[in-house]
C-alpha cells in the first residue's frame, strides 16, 4: 500500500542550493533567435523516435511552459509574490533528449533582446555537468542563471495533457521559488528531514488533525469562522511540537516547502485565470491545493496525508489563510506559517476525531513495519561477509540527486547517516558514477574551516554515499588499482581506489 503511494508522488527531488558559484558557463556558439514553435517542429523526427512517451510529452508542452515560466517568474514575479524580483536573473531551461535549450530574460545584449527567449541546441553547450544536474543555481554567460533540466521532471508526469502540463510546470515553479526567492532569507528549524524508526504515531495523527483545521478555515464562509477553525489546528500544532524534540526542529520546512507549494499552485492560478483579483486567486490557490491531495489510506478512510507532504500542504493552507487574513508578507517568508497564525490569533481546544485517529494508528503500524524492513536491509548487508562497502565522494558539482522512497536516520560506524534510494551521476576526475534507484547511505562531510558556503569551489567534497554490493560484483584491473563494478542499479568504471577502513573508498584523484 506504502509503496504504490509513495511511488507516484514521492518522488523528491532535493538539491544543495548554492548562490551563483564560480561555474561561469559559456557557448561555443550564438544561438539563432527563432521560435519556440518553429524549435520545436524542427525537433519532431528525432523526437517522434523516442520510445519514451514522457519525453514526448515534454516536447509537446515545451512551447507553452518556456511562455508561461517567463511570464510567472520574470515578467508578473511581483504578482506572484510582492518582493519577488527577477529582472536581473535568466532561466535555463534545458531538453537534453530534445538537443534544444531555452534562455528566458538574456542578460547579454550581443547574443540578443532580452523579452526574447533565445534558443540553444545542447551540444553547444560546454559545459555537460548543466545537463546531468535537475536543477541548480549557476552562471551562463556570466550572469545569475535558474537552469531546470526538463528530462528529469518526464519521472513526475502522470496523466497527459492539462495534467502532465499542470505538474511541470508547478515543478519549475516550486524549484524555482526555493532558489530565487527563498535562498537568501533565514528559516529556523531546518533540522533532518529523514524518517526516525519508529516513526511517532502520536506526532502523524496531530498533523493530520491540523491538516483537516486547516482545510476547514479553507472552507469557511466568514471570518470569525476561519479563525475559529486556525484556532483548532494551532491547538494541534501545540501538541505536535511538544511530542518530540524533533517536531520542532523541523517547523521551518513548513515555511520552505509550503511557500514554495502555495507559489506553484497560484503560480498554476494565474495562468488559468489571468484576470482573477488577488482575493479570488488566493480562494484559486488554495482550492488547488486541496484538489491535489492524495491520500496516504487510499482504499480505506481516505483521510491521511502522505508523511512526505506534510510540510507541503500544511504550511500551503496555513499560508494561504495568513495571506486570506492579510498577515505581514515580510513575516510570511521566514516565519512558520502555523507559529505566525499562533501569535496572531492563539489557540482553542477541539475534539478528536475518531475516524481520523483510528486510521492514523492502522496506517502508522503497518508504516513502522516498513520502516523496520528498509533498516534492516541495509544493517543486514553491512554485516554480510558476501558484501562490501564502495565509499563514494560527493562534490558540491555533484549534489544534486533524485530521491525516491523514504530517507530513514541510520548510524553506520557510530557516525550519523542517512538511507537514501537515490538518482545520482557523480562525476569524478577519473571517472563518472551513475546510480539508478539505488538503496545506499550517505554521510555528511564536515563542513568545518569553511567561512562562506556560497563559495565552495565545485570539487569540494559535501559528503559521502557508501553502496553495499555483492563482492561477486566488483572487477578490479590486474594491477588492483582500479575498481569496476556494472548493475542496474550502479556504474562504475575504473575508479581509483583505496582499502580502508573496511571499505573501498574510491579517491578523488
Given at each position: 500500500?506504502?509503496?504504490?503511494?509513495?511511488?507516484?508522488?514521492?518522488?523528491?527531488?532535493?538539491?544543495?542550493?548554492?548562490?551563483?558559484?564560480?561555474?561561469?558557463?559559456?557557448?561555443?556558439?550564438?544561438?539563432?533567435?527563432?521560435?519556440?514553435?518553429?524549435?520545436?517542429?524542427?525537433?519532431?523526427?528525432?523526437?517522434?523516435?523516442?520510445?519514451?512517451?514522457?519525453?514526448?510529452?515534454?516536447?509537446?508542452?515545451?512551447?507553452?511552459?518556456?511562455?508561461?515560466?517567463?511570464?510567472?517568474?520574470?515578467?508578473?514575479?511581483?504578482?506572484?509574490?510582492?518582493?519577488?524580483?527577477?529582472?536581473?536573473?535568466?532561466?535555463?531551461?534545458?531538453?537534453?533528449?530534445?538537443?534544444?535549450?531555452?534562455?528566458?530574460?538574456?542578460?547579454?545584449?550581443?547574443?540578443?533582446?532580452?523579452?526574447?527567449?533565445?534558443?540553444?541546441?545542447?551540444d553547444?553547450?560546454?559545459?555537460t555537468?548543466?545537463?546531468?544536474n535537475?536543477?541548480?543555481?549557476?552562471?551562463?554567460?556570466?550572469?545569475?542563471?535558474?537552469?531546470?533540466?526538463?528530462?528529469?521532471?518526464?519521472?513526475?508526469?502522470?496523466?497527459?495533457?492539462?495534467?502532465?502540463?499542470?505538474?511541470?510546470?508547478?515543478?519549475?515553479?516550486?524549484?524555482?521559488?526555493?532558489?530565487?526567492?527563498?535562498?537568501?532569507?533565514?528559516?529556523?528549524?531546518?533540522?533532518?528531514?529523514?524518517?526516525?524508526?519508529?516513526?511517532?504515531?502520536?506526532?502523524?495523527?496531530?498533523?493530520?488533525?491540523?491538516?483537516?483545521?486547516?482545510?476547514?478555515?479553507?472552507?469557511?464562509?466568514?471570518?470569525?469562522?476561519?479563525?475559529?477553525?486556525?484556532?483548532?489546528?494551532?491547538?494541534?500544532?501545540?501538541?505536535?511540537?511538544?511530542?518530540?524534540?524533533?517536531?520542532?526542529?523541523?517547523?521551518?520546512?513548513?515555511?520552505?516547502?509550503?511557500?514554495?507549494?502555495?507559489?506553484?499552485?497560484?503560480?498554476?492560478q494565474?495562468?488559468?485565470?489571468?484576470?482573477?483579483?488577488?482575493?479570488?486567486?488566493?480562494?484559486?490557490?488554495?482550492?488547488?491545493?486541496?484538489?491535489?491531495?492524495?491520500?496516504?489510506?487510499?482504499?480505506?478512510?481516505?483521510?491521511?496525508?502522505?508523511?512526505?507532504?506534510?510540510?507541503?500542504?500544511?504550511?500551503?493552507?496555513?499560508?494561504?489563510?495568513?495571506?486570506?487574513?492579510?498577515?505581514?508578507?515580510?513575516?510570511?517568508?521566514t516565519?512558520?506559517?502555523?507559529?505566525?497564525?499562533?501569535?496572531?490569533?492563539?489557540?482553542?481546544?477541539?475534539?478528536?476525531?475518531?475516524?481520523?485517529?483510528?486510521?492514523?494508528?492502522?496506517?502508522?503500524?503497518?508504516?513502522?513495519?516498513?520502516?523496520?524492513?528498509?533498516?534492516?536491509?541495509?544493517?543486514?548487508?553491512?554485516?554480510?561477509?558476501?558484501?562490501?562497502?564502495?565509499?563514494?565522494?560527493?562534490?558540491?558539482q555533484?549534489?544534486?540527486?533524485?530521491?525516491?522512497?523514504?530517507?530513514?536516520?541510520?548510524?553506520?560506524?557510530?557516525?550519523?547517516?542517512?538511507?537514501?534510494?537515490?538518482?545520482?551521476?557523480?562525476?569524478?576526475?577519473?571517472?563518472?558514477?551513475?546510480?539508478?534507484?539505488?538503496?545506499?547511505?550517505?554521510?555528511?562531510?564536515?563542513m568545518?574551516?569553511?567561512?562562506?558556503?556560497?563559495?565552495?569551489?565545485?570539487?569540494?567534497?559535501?559528503?559521502?554515499?557508501?553502496?553495499?554490493v555483492?563482492?561477486?560484483?566488483?572487477?578490479?584491473?590486474?594491477?588492483?588499482?582500479?575498481?569496476?563494478?556494472?548493475?542496474?542499479?550502479?556504474?562504475?568504471?575504473?575508479?581509483?581506489?583505496?582499502e580502508?577502513?573496511?571499505?573501498?573508498?574510491?579517491?578523488?584523484n
Amino acid at each position: 500500500m506504502l509503496k504504490i503511494v509513495r511511488s507516484l508522488f514521492m518522488i523528491l527531488i532535493i538539491t544543495i542550493l548554492t548562490a551563483c558559484n564560480n561555474n561561469n558557463q559559456e557557448t561555443t556558439e550564438k544561438p539563432e533567435n527563432k521560435k519556440v514553435e518553429e524549435s520545436q517542429k524542427s525537433n519532431e523526427d528525432s523526437m517522434d523516435s523516442n520510445p519514451i512517451e514522457n519525453s514526448k510529452i515534454i516536447r509537446e508542452i515545451t512551447p507553452k511552459l518556456v511562455k508561461d515560466i517567463k511570464k510567472i517568474l520574470i515578467d508578473d514575479a511581483s504578482k506572484l509574490w510582492p518582493s519577488f524580483n527577477n529582472e536581473d536573473k535568466q532561466i535555463l531551461l534545458l531538453n537534453p533528449s530534445n538537443k534544444m535549450a531555452y534562455l528566458i530574460n538574456n542578460q547579454k545584449s550581443d547574443i540578443g533582446p532580452k523579452n526574447e527567449v533565445i534558443e540553444y541546441s545542447t551540444d553547444s553547450i560546454k559545459d555537460t555537468q548543466l545537463l546531468v544536474n535537475p536543477f541548480q543555481l549557476t552562471k551562463f554567460n556570466d550572469h545569475p542563471t535558474y537552469v531546470f533540466n526538463l528530462e528529469f521532471a518526464s519521472d513526475l508526469i502522470s496523466g497527459a495533457d492539462e495534467k502532465a502540463y499542470e505538474i511541470v510546470f508547478k515543478f519549475i515553479v516550486h524549484e524555482g521559488i526555493h532558489i530565487l526567492l527563498q535562498s537568501g532569507d533565514s528559516v529556523e528549524g531546518l533540522g533532518t528531514r529523514a524518517e526516525t524508526y519508529p516513526e511517532d504515531t502520536d506526532s502523524r495523527y496531530y498533523r493530520n488533525e491540523m491538516y483537516q483545521y486547516l482545510k476547514k478555515a479553507i472552507e469557511s464562509k466568514t471570518k470569525n469562522e476561519k479563525i475559529d477553525q486556525i484556532q483548532k489546528a494551532v491547538y494541534f500544532y501545540e501538541l505536535y511540537l511538544n511530542s518530540n524534540k524533533k517536531n520542532k526542529a523541523q517547523d521551518g520546512y513548513d515555511n520552505i516547502e509550503g511557500m514554495a507549494t502555495y507559489l506553484e499552485s497560484k503560480a498554476y492560478q494565474m495562468i488559468k485565470h489571468p484576470d482573477a483579483s488577488a482575493q479570488k486567486l488566493n480562494e484559486l490557490t488554495a482550492q488547488n491545493i486541496i484538489d491535489n491531495f492524495t491520500a496516504a489510506d487510499q482504499g480505506q478512510e481516505e483521510v491521511l496525508l502522505m508523511k512526505g507532504r506534510e510540510f507541503y500542504e500544511i504550511g500551503a493552507l496555513a499560508i494561504a489563510s495568513a495571506v486570506d487574513l492579510n498577515l505581514n508578507e515580510k513575516s510570511l517568508l521566514t516565519a512558520s506559517p502555523l507559529g505566525l497564525l499562533k501569535s496572531e490569533f492563539g489557540s482553542k481546544k477541539a475534539e478528536s476525531q475518531e475516524n481520523i485517529k483510528k486510521a492514523n494508528n492502522d496506517y502508522y503500524n503497518a508504516y513502522n513495519n516498513e520502516l523496520k524492513s528498509y533498516v534492516e536491509d541495509i544493517s543486514s548487508k553491512q554485516k554480510d561477509e558476501q558484501f562490501a562497502a564502495v565509499r563514494i565522494p560527493v562534490t558540491n558539482q555533484n549534489s544534486s540527486a533524485t530521491f525516491e522512497n523514504m530517507i530513514v536516520e541510520y548510524q553506520y560506524k557510530g557516525n550519523p547517516a542517512e538511507i537514501q534510494t537515490t538518482t545520482r551521476e557523480i562525476i569524478l576526475p577519473d571517472t563518472r558514477i551513475k546510480l539508478n534507484k539505488m538503496k545506499s547511505l550517505f554521510i555528511e562531510a564536515p563542513m568545518e574551516g569553511l567561512e562562506d558556503p556560497t563559495k565552495m569551489n565545485s570539487n569540494t567534497i559535501m559528503g559521502y554515499t557508501i553502496v553495499f554490493v555483492p563482492k561477486k560484483d566488483i572487477e578490479f584491473s590486474q594491477d588492483k588499482q582500479l575498481l569496476t563494478i556494472q548493475r542496474d542499479d550502479l556504474l562504475i568504471f575504473d575508479a581509483k581506489y583505496e582499502e580502508k577502513d573496511g571499505e573501498y573508498q574510491i579517491l578523488m584523484n
